[in-house]
């Protein structure tokens, strides 16, 4: 009873007695919110978005703009090389040793021709030749003891198989003279012997002597010998050979420049021979070749180094030592060298940079090739809105010890055609140290914005300079990348403005049809509003009747977005959330949802701030809901 006493209360029937009425309420859906129906960050400035760095576009991508410094030094040729070494004369220890003669006064006459003894050579040989440099002997005679008296014309003479070979001329000597001794020399260079013992024969034209005399003689430690025959020593030891001498790697073809080669494998293979016939008896104990020693034949170069002072040459130090053989040699006999690279592998090289660029032919300048980017989508429309600060960051490879010296950078932009746009457009560069360098580039940017402009091309010019410089067979300098970066914080000149694809509305059944011809109240309702951009926007829904289903999606755009068919304009906060976001609409809008083919659009405006607030965008920054619905209220009674 309490339920039907409710129901009846307030309400009328048709004879005017009170009966039943109520409010009711009608959804009707518009929208779904679909994927489509979303605005991403990525819908206003593209797919290729990097929050974190801004919009790049790469103008020169890695290695393009790089020089192949190491490739280019380190294509080097290893061929075999041969050095011939002349023989120098031969030190021989202890080839003479020293002697002393005593000379009884009463054996000295006026007059006299008297043999005082010999001395050996401690050695066998059929000849042997001294060498040319000065090599002196000293001859001294004194006294036992206290003496008085005189010799004149005192003269000791040398025979060498019966032939006179040299003397000792003291002249006259006096008593005085004697106490400390009188000296003359033999001056051995070139000095031929054949026999292995020296004869000394004593003569004076006039003597008194109280006192017996000794005669000393001194003979150098080390002879030189510069040729033998036959020789055969007591101790082998005492023979050594000490040879210095230049090899020249003329097949090397050595880039100017480059000191120093590290090697990370291979080997000198190298050969040793003469090509004298008088050459026996003499092995090779250590040979070394640009400062490495050579062991069975081979040098090792792996982990090693080679050093070219002088360019393409290295030193070449020999020793030979005597076997136990019969030795033969000559000073004009030349020691042969023969080498060759094999299985040669550069880790590095040292070089002085600039005699390389200079050897190069650089002129001191390298070029990088000019370079092409169809901009295409690559600058959005809506990114020729915003105030920026674009940059231009060029990385470069260098080495330590090295400068690189950018002259300019220059762009030219073109149409579509390939035809310039504007006067080419330049920038200074400055590096202070390898790695990045930023430059401020709004007036190429100004440029790229404007009307016509397709392409770009950029030329950056730069030299090379330094000292010595370690340089790997891979290295690789100059400009490594060039980027066009524009920055993610940034201020709006002009609206942005998204618009979602018009959607056409569910038929409305006959009692929404009937509903909407009554006295009743219209809702726009936004359920569960998602506005997370770091901006205000303002929020528009429009609805019209286009008939025609057969339009592209830009085509309905077209015929929705007019200023005509605007149903609601609401401004949103910056990211905010709405469970319930409600529109009221009019009576008269409502009447427009009684036609066939309506068609519902969201248009979504970004506006400008003149460079106020700085905006910043960041990942997952995005416009949605979940549906978009009209809610109708009217009041219903048994009447209607």
Request: no cysteine; aromatic share 8%; proline share 4%.
């Given at each position: 009873m309490i339920i039907v006493v409710s129901g009846l209360y307030g309400c009328t029937n048709p004879g005017g007695t009170p009966g039943p009425s109520w409010d009711i309420t009608l959804k009707i859906p518009l929208i779904k919110g679909t994927e489509e129906n979303t605005m991403k960050i990525e819908d206003l400035l593209g797919d290729d978005v990097d929050l974190q760095e801004g919009f790049k576009v790469k103008l020169l991508e890695s290695s393009e703009g790089l020089y192949a410094l190491g490739e280019e030094l380190a294509g080097l040729n290893f061929t075999g090389f041969s050095a011939s070494i002349d023989l120098e004369p031969v030190e021989i220890d202890g080839l003479i040793d020293n002697s002393e003669f005593n000379v009884e006064k009463n054996k000295i006459e006026d007059g006299i021709e008297l043999d005082i003894g010999s001395i050996e050579i401690n050695a066998e040989f059929e000849s042997l030749r001294l060498a040319d440099k000065s090599q002196k002997v000293v001859a001294a005679i004194v006294s036992d003891g206290d003496t008085s008296g005189y010799m004149y014309g005192l003269r000791v003479e040398v025979f060498n198989d019966g032939n006179n070979i040299a003397s000792f001329d003291f002249g006259d000597i006096t008593a005085n003279m004697l106490e400390n001794g009188v000296e003359a020399e033999w001056d051995m260079k070139n000095q031929n012997f054949t026999d292995n013992e020296i004869a000394l024969k004593l003569?004076?034209?006039?003597?008194?002597?109280?006192?017996?005399?000794?005669?000393?003689?001194?003979?150098?430690?080390?002879?030189?010998?510069?040729?033998?025959?036959?020789?055969?020593?007591?101790?082998?030891?005492?023979?050594?050979?000490?040879?210095?001498?230049?090899?020249?790697?003329?097949?090397?073809?050595?880039?100017?420049?480059?000191?120093?080669?590290?090697?990370?494998?291979?080997?000198?293979?190298?050969?040793?021979?003469?090509?004298?016939?008088?050459?026996?008896?003499?092995?090779?104990?250590?040979?070394?070749?640009?400062?490495l020693c050579v062991a069975n034949g081979l040098i090792s170069l792996a982990g090693r180094e080679l050093s070219f002072p002088e360019g393409e040459k290295l030193d070449a130090k020999l020793s030979l030592r005597a076997s136990d053989e019969l030795i033969s040699f000559s000073s004009d006999s030349l020691i042969k060298l023969n080498g060759n690279f094999e299985g040669i592998g550069i880790a590095y090289l040292e070089v002085n940079i600039d005699e390389a660029i200079a050897g190069l032919d650089f002129d001191g300048e390298l070029v990088i090739d000019e370079l092409e980017i169809e901009l295409e989508d690559k600058l959005r429309d809506e990114l020729y809105k915003l105030e920026i600060s674009p940059e231009i960051i060029m990385k470069t490879a260098w080495l330590e010890g090295m400068k690189l010296e950018p002259f300019a950078l220059v762009f030219k932009t073109f149409d579509d055609s390939g035809n310039p746009v504007g006067e080419e457009i330049s920038f200074d560069i400055e590096f202070s140290g390898s790695g990045n360098s930023i430059i401020d580039i709004r007036a190429l940017f100004d440029r790229i914005k404007g009307s016509g402009v397709s392409k770009i091309r950029g030329v950056c010019n730069y030299g090379l300079s330094g000292g010595d410089v370690i340089v790997a067979p891979d290295t690789e300098i100059g400009i490594e990348s060039i980027e066009l970066r524009v920055p993610y914080e940034f201020s709006l000149n002009e609206d942005i403005e998204f618009k979602l694809v018009p959607e056409r509305a569910e038929p409305f059944d006959n009692e929404?049809?009937?509903?909407?011809?009554?006295?009743?109240?219209?809702?726009?309702?936004?359920?569960?509003?998602?506005?997370?951009?770091?901006?205000?926007?303002?929020?528009?829904?429009?609805?019209?009747?286009?008939?025609?289903?057969?339009?592209?999606?830009?085509?309905?755009?077209?015929?929705?977005?007019?200023?005509?068919?605007?149903?609601?304009?609401?401004?949103?906060?910056?990211?905010?959330?709405?469970?319930?976001?409600?529109?009221?609409?009019?009576?008269?809008?409502?009447?427009?949802?009684?036609?066939?083919?309506?068609?519902?659009?969201?248009?979504?405006?970004?506006?400008?701030?003149?460079?106020?607030?700085?905006?910043?965008?960041?990942?997952?920054d995005k416009l949605t809901f979940s549906s978009i619905y009209l809610s109708l209220t009217g009041h219903i009674n048994l009447e209607n």
């Open positions: 003569s004076v034209k006039e003597v008194l002597l109280d006192k017996d005399i000794i005669l000393s003689v001194q003979f150098p430690p080390k002879l030189k010998v510069a040729e033998a025959i036959g020789l055969k020593l007591a101790d082998f030891s005492n023979l050594e050979a000490e040879l210095e001498s230049e090899i020249s790697l003329a097949g090397l073809n050595l880039k100017k420049g480059v000191k120093k080669i590290g090697f990370s494998t291979g080997n000198i293979s190298i050969d040793v021979s003469s090509e004298a016939d008088n050459f026996t008896g003499l092995v090779v104990e250590d040979l070394i070749i640009g400062g929404s049809r009937e509903m909407l011809k009554k006295d009743v109240k219209g809702m726009l309702v936004i359920e569960e509003l998602h506005k997370n951009l770091p901006l205000a926007a303002t929020f528009e829904v429009y609805a019209a009747v286009i008939p025609d289903p057969g339009m592209t999606d830009e085509e309905l755009k077209e015929a929705l977005y007019k200023p005509e068919n605007l149903l609601k304009r609401k401004t949103l906060d910056q990211r905010e959330f709405y469970e319930k976001y409600l529109l009221e609409v009019e009576k008269e809008d409502l009447d427009l949802f009684t036609e066939e083919n309506v068609y519902i659009g969201i248009r979504i405006i970004v506006p400008a701030n003149k460079g106020e607030d700085k905006y910043r965008f960041i990942a997952g």
